[in-house]
């Protein structure tokens, strides 16, 4: 749980260049937020690393850009401008765009099944000729009736959801006519497996993550399924006492509370909600 190896790697990327901040080096900036956590991203600021849109007319500088990446033209128009730029993109998400462009040469259309305001799909689909994007299975059928397909998933997409999608496809174009890629990344699908099995072995469930994460909340949607006592929460400071049995109740003995949280959740975050947990089942969660 927590950070995945992208987002880490980001972060301290990110924070390294922080500490070569200087009054006579360039400014450095990044375009939008390193990552759907608020707490990160005023972390990221107190360092010294300025906030720009990605529309910013930057010049000179040094541009990091974020886990999930940018698009084809910010970028161009960036380095035209004689910008430094920081490619943080997720490995994971360079590898999707990798692998729709080799559809692409093989069939008249990718598909690219996600939401259409993410900014990874954003990325994505600026760097091929003929995208189109889908979030529901519902939006198959108003495709154009094209000879075949070629199919990437947002990295952060349930695999359910992709399978159901898929499955619209192959219907609409018939199942040879349908070339689908496996680009959910895979730490994704692991937090979600290990995710819905502590759900089903605890009493309740605490979900760690910013409302704005997609794979955050998706981690939600999981324990529920298994556990309607799963709550989402984005730092100590939101951990309700009404969840759990009193203080020092003899209940803390017993009850099994479980922690997960999404891929841009911070190990300081997860830290301080388990101190909060310690603090208030008392010596019986201490020992527990």
């Known amino acids: 749980m927590g950070f995945c190896l992208g987002v880490r790697r980001a972060f ?14 360039r400014k450095t900036y990044i375009l939008g937020d390193l990552v759907h956590n608020q ?30 990446g940018e698009t084809y033209a910010t970028v161009s128009r960036l ?48 760097y091929l000729r003929n995208p189109r994007v889908l979030t529901e299975p519902s939006e198959a059928a108003g495709l154009p009736a094209y000879s075949s397909v070629g199919v990437v998933a947002q990295t ?22 349908v070339e689908a890629l496996d680009t959910i990344c895979p730490h994704t ?22 409302t704005h994460s ?6 939600l949607e999981v324990c ?26 003899p209940g803390w003995e017993l009850l099994r509370v479980g922690i997960t949280a999404g891929a841009s959740t911070p190990d300081w975050t997860i830290q301080e909600i388990a101190a909060r947990m310690r603090k208030l089942g008392g010596e019986s969660a201490q020992r527990g």
């Open 214 to 219: 997609s794979n955050s909340r998706r981690l």
């Open 156 to 177: 952060t997409l349930g695999r359910e959801h992709y399978e159901q999608v898929l499955q619209a496809l192959r219907l609409r174009f018939g199942s040879s006519n």
């Open 79 to 126: 380095i035209n401008a004689g910008n430094e730029v920081v490619d943080l993109t997720c490995s994971v998400v360079k590898a999707v765009r990798e692998k729709a462009a080799q559809l692409q040469q093989r069939h008249p259309a990718v598909l690219v099944v996600g939401k259409k305001d993410h900014p990874e799909v954003a990325g994505l689909v600026s």
């Open 12 to 25: 301290k990327s990110t924070m390294a260049l922080a500490r070569m901040l200087t009054p006579d080096r």
């Open 224 to 249: 529920r399924e298994e556990n309607p006592s799963s709550h989402f929460l984005s730092c100590a400071d939101e951990v309700e006492p009404a969840w759990f049995p009193p203080f020092g109740d």
């Open 189 to 210: 699908e692991e937090n979600q497996s290990a995710s819905r099995e502590l759900a089903r072995r605890c009493d309740i469930i605490l979900v760690v993550g910013d």
């Open 39 to 68: 707490q990160v991203v005023e972390r990221v600021a107190r360092a010294g690393i300025e906030r720009a849109e990605p529309d910013a007319a930057l010049s000179g500088a040094r541009v990091i850009l974020r886990t999930h």
